[in-house]
Antibody
Framework: QVQLQESGPGLVKPSQTLSLTCTLSGGSIKSAGSYWSWIRQLPGKGLEWLGFISHTGYTFYNPSLRSRVVISADTSMSQFSLRLTSVTAADTAVYFC????????????WGQGTLVTVSS | SYVLTQPPSVSVAPGQTARISCGGNNIGAKSVHWYQQRPGQAPMLVIY???DRPSGITERFSGSKSGNTATLTIMRVEAGDEADYYC??????????FGGGTKLTVL
């Protein structure tokens, strides 16, 4: 089963861009039927899906964040990345990367999550 | 946007059966998935496509659906089952949607 690991800065200043990377092991981003997703969890709150990139490079984003989110992939490095622009304190959260099944859209592999705090 | 409604909390004594509901309009037409999240950990898939269990998930976990409600059932509850549980669907208008989560307390 694929394993996922998030990495990136734990502290980002307001108005700047949050950038995280998810590295795969035991699997390939090009695996057919796989969508590579980012999900976040605000402190003490539930889960919010941010978007995905498919094995073909197609992307789709949460409509509420579409203007600020970009997800990209580097297949040679078995990585995919999240960029969230113009962050505010409301973007402080634990960010998870996950593999999404492209048939009925469930998440069967998750990274451990990384806390990103937005603060000056 | 599509909304999934879960009770904030459910309490059950060890050895008893816990039932966690997830309500949503026309949920009968959607594939429902369930996740367990222990404190400080990532969510873990416990049920997918209403009632299928991933490899390694105990048979004590089961899922069902009736009308506008899906239900996660945990039989013979153990202390280790104490966690937050989330339901999730895909909706054509909202894409991936999670329920608000239910905290299961084992008394």
């Amino acid at each position: 089963q694929v394993q996922l690991q998030e990495s990136g800065p734990g502290l980002v200043k307001p108005s700047q861009t949050l950038s995280l990377t998810c590295t795969l092991s035991g699997g390939s981003i090009k695996s057919a039927g796989s969508y590579w997703s980012w999900i976040r969890q605000l402190p003490g709150k539930g889960l919010e899906w941010l978007g995905f990139i498919s094995h073909t490079g197609y992307t789709f984003y949460n409509p509420s964040l579409r203007s600020r989110v970009v997800i990209s992939a580097d297949t040679s490095m078995s990585q995919f990345s999240l960029r969230l622009t113009s962050v505010t304190a409301a973007d402080t959260a634990v960010y998870f990367c996950a593999r999404e099944n492209g048939r009925t859209y469930y998440f069967d592999s998750w990274g451990q999550g990384t806390l990103v705090t937005v603060s000056s | 946007s599509y909304v999934l409604t879960q009770p904030p909390s459910v309490s059950v004594a060890p050895g008893q059966t816990a039932r966690i509901s997830c309500g949503g309009n026309n949920i009968g037409a959607k594939s429902v998935h369930w996740y367990q999240q222990r404190p400080g950990q990532a969510p873990m898939l416990v049920i997918y496509d209403e009632s299928d269990r991933p490899s390694g998930i105990t048979e004590r976990f089961s899922g069902s659906k009736s009308g506008n409600t899906a239900t996660l059932t945990i039989m013979r509850v153990e202390a280790g089952d104490e966690a937050d549980y989330y339901c999730q669907v895909w909706d054509v208008t909202s894409d991936v949607v999670f329920g608000g989560g239910t905290k299961l307390t084992v008394l």
